[in-house]
DNA sequence: ATGAAAGCGCTAACAC
DNA sequence: GTGTTAGCGCTTTCAT
């Protein structure tokens, strides 16, 4: 453990008052290193940018001493010289009923790991959605603080993805335009995922099988609506009248909606929902109506957060992990300005299945 | 929506091979600004830097000119000139069981927001614990990326901590260094948090609180139990064998504990937990045997998840954005070199009560 | 295969 | 209050 000493040796680098401390330890530079091998600082650069050109005989010498100084090359002045930032912006939406809140972190610790396998650093932003959210992104294009925005939960007429655009800031989505747009963008394919839970309660013997999502025109519920009504249809299963939406995504929603659906004449005794949270209410009446869930009834949620782990629930699951390195991907070629090819991915969600 | 040109033009700009440009839409420098404005390069810095020293009239057609450009100083040139990086790196650490995932989540946008106000950025890493981390930590501290780490979830004896230490790279922690160490911290009280959970309890007419954790010797579970026994002898409520602990942190391990509390002679009628997933294993055993949670039996968790609000579970909640502010100024005070004063700080947590 | 020179965009220090 | 000079640490270009 470090005492006083130490202490204030550690505040003095970090104000770069160097001026005042002994030569030997300032920070190395490309010429400490050169001096210290006995070549030139492009000789240094070499070695570690492309390391192929130099006498193996040299390049040992030159790491050696890059090794013995700790030298890293200045990523200011590495990036002023290349004119090419290395950053990459995001930020976590704020998921106000947050049982997705995990999923997003998820996202952004898998793209941070992809991101820095390229070489890319991921930076991150606290903005509120809109004029201020794209005002940040765009100021730090400009500051050459990074080359590109991964934009998350576009939603159908996104002024974000209009005005970043305009400013010419490349762009990458996690989640389709729903309006037609030409960015590059990755989406987990929800109605797959649905379409599996769906079968699976068919397998097991449910006829009357229903979908509870949020609002009618919310591209995300309605293609996963879209993905229970196919494969309905598929079954040849009846889905007329058996689809209901209600928003807020929250339990109360979810079970408000299964009483609905319980409370007809031809109630239905599986439940597809969009969300672990609706899911959630749907099983808290199902119990309180005496009803077996994963006997009786099946009840299948969205998102696979832990919360449906922890209670057992059937959920389908978003591969975060491959999402995020997707992302990455695009992001890359974004940059690169790889044109054509690859524009955007479709992730396959798979059900998890559990008791209910 | 821009068509095939616009792409063109903006993968251009990030390949940085202006040269191709025509010269009016090159990124504008500060000579271009001072250019437009009739004055001196340093004028425009000091425009923007500080516009006291200008004269209103200089400064209003410099930040003109600055306007009309949307200029913004090229970070890296700053960064390189300045001698200090301005971000801060930190992860989000995985959590296996990630019922708590969203609170990092939470954490770090909340800290993000924080720096952004007093100018620092975030930078995020994916970095497994251990050696790799603070390799690469020190690695962007030495490239002169980050002029701080803010350190997750300290351990007792922490190699991390002794090894950014070693290397003089500047911490902040969330979290107490459980083993004695001088390093800036804050941290949730959460033996506060836990005893006002107690009181509760004791004023809804019970009388035998058991308290439930983890493993023993870990520094946060320890805390809490504190937080419940000083509660007890205050109230003159027993405590003597009404603690029980088990591993991992899961539902099952929760459900385990409960049913051996229950099981004996003088059974608990209270549980305060030290997370909200080993609650939710109480109120399942407590629900299968019949039981009412909230009218015959208190359960209270912590952390106020998600799944908790969902459940109705109450739960003693981390003040998350306030400790991410605390650490934002600790980081601050950290990077300026202000020592001594508020080297640390405990944000108190607090009971949110809901049905349980 | 290695070295020398130039300059990226900015700001600290100093002159006027 | 404003302009001039110098140089941060690196990499690109050209010369050797």
Known sequence: MLGAAGSVCLTRVVE????????SDRRPTV???AALAGVSRQTVSNALRSPSLLAPDTLRRVLAAVDQLGYRPHSGARALRRQIPTDVVCRIPHVEDAVNASLYGAFVTGLAAALSAVGIGLRLVDAD???HEVARYIDLYRRSEISAVVLSDPQAHDDRLTALRAAAVPVVLYGRPWAGSD???VDVD???GVAEAVR????RGHRRIAYLGWHEDDGVSRDRECGWRSALEELDLPWDGLAAHGLPDSVATGAGLAAMMLDRAAASTAFVCATDVLALGVLSVVRERGLRPGVDYAVI????TPTAAALGLSSVRQPIRRVAESVADLVTAEIAGDDGEHRNRLIP????????
Chains 1, 2 share one sequence.
């Open 16 to 23: 770069g008052s160097l001026a005042a401390r002994s030569g």
């Open 31 to 33: 010429d400490t290193v």
């Open 129 to 131: 959605w809109g004029e």
């Open 183 to 185: 960015v590059r963008w």
């Open 190 to 192: 929800g109605a797959a």
């Open 200 to 203: 699976w309660c068919a397998e």
């Open 301 to 304: 949620g969205f998102d696979d």
């Open 349 to 356: 969600a798979s059900l998890v299945r559990r008791l209910t």
